[in-house]
T-cell receptor
Framework: NAGVTQTPKFRVLKTGQSMTLLCAQD?????MYWYRQDPGMGLRLIHY???????AKGEVPDGYNVSRLKKQNFLLGLESAAPSQTSVYFC?????????????FGPGTRLTVL | AQTVTQSQPEMSVQEAETVTLSCTYD???????LFWYKQPPSRQMILVIR??????QNATENRFSVNFQKAAKSFSLKISDSQLGDTAMYFC??????????FGTGTSLTVIP
């Protein structure tokens, strides 16, 4: 099993450009999440999904959109990138609802917006 | 609201010594779980240890153990016999019903040879 994978690993954008980050998991997990990690701020939840075809906003959703068309994939889109979106982005997944579920993380994507 | 606080941004420890990382949290839930994740320079988040809130016994995983004080809402991580490979950022996390997770701001641990 590959676990949780993220594409790409690094990206540099210019202000105003758009891009999509892809997260894929092969563990048949129901829940998927997108976080951003900034120095001194830990991980902050952007959007999450509780199943195929569903999405919900997290703590910092502005400027991002997501889609979960297939159970194994969770896409994070930036329609018009801004320097404030320079960050490391992590995708994570957990099995179906239940106590004591740990999160499985992807390797992260470092995004720089100039 | 659920919050997780790590008040030690940076810590260091001599190799083979013991170090304790602090974490406090706040939640109104009765059932929840707590985690410590390790993030080495590779950026990969690795689960170190987890604790179910309804279990009074502190969790232990080899050199890693926790001191879970439910009434005080405290969840500290003790690393014994510190090794160079323990150098990493450590995040405390709270998992609540509904699979929502809340992270602290992290503690950067350096193990000194």
């Amino acid at each position: 099993n590959a676990g949780v994978t993220q594409t790409p690993k690094f990206r540099v954008l210019k202000t105003g450009q758009s891009m999509t980050l892809l997260c894929a998991q092969d563990m048949n997990h129901e829940y998927m999440y997108w976080y951003r990690q900034d120095p001194g701020m830990g991980l902050r939840l952007i959007h999450y999904s509780v199943g195929e075809g569903t999405t919900a906003k997290g703590e910092v959703p502005d400027g991002y959109n997501v889609s979960r068309l297939k159970k194994q994939n969770f896409l994070l889109g930036l329609e018009s990138a801004a320097p404030s979106q320079t960050s490391v982005y992590f995708c994570a997944s957990t099995p179906r609802l239940g106590l004591f579920n740990e999160q499985f993380f992807g390797p992260g994507t470092r995004l720089t917006v100039l | 609201a659920q919050t997780v606080t790590q008040s030690q941004p940076e810590m260091s420890v001599q190799e083979a010594e013991t170090v304790t990382l602090s974490c406090t949290y706040d939640t109104s839930e009765n059932n929840y779980y707590l985690f410590w994740y390790k993030q080495p320079p590779s950026r990969q988040m690795i689960l170190v240890i987890r604790q179910e809130a309804y279990k009074q016994q502190n969790a232990t995983e080899n050199r890693f153990s926790v001191n879970f004080q439910k009434a005080a809402k405290s969840f500290s991580l003790k690393i014994s016999d510190s090794q160079l490979g323990d150098t990493a950022m450590y995040f405390c996390a709270l998992g609540s019903p509904g699979n929502q997770f809340y992270f602290g701001t992290g503690t950067s641990l350096t193990v000194i040879p």
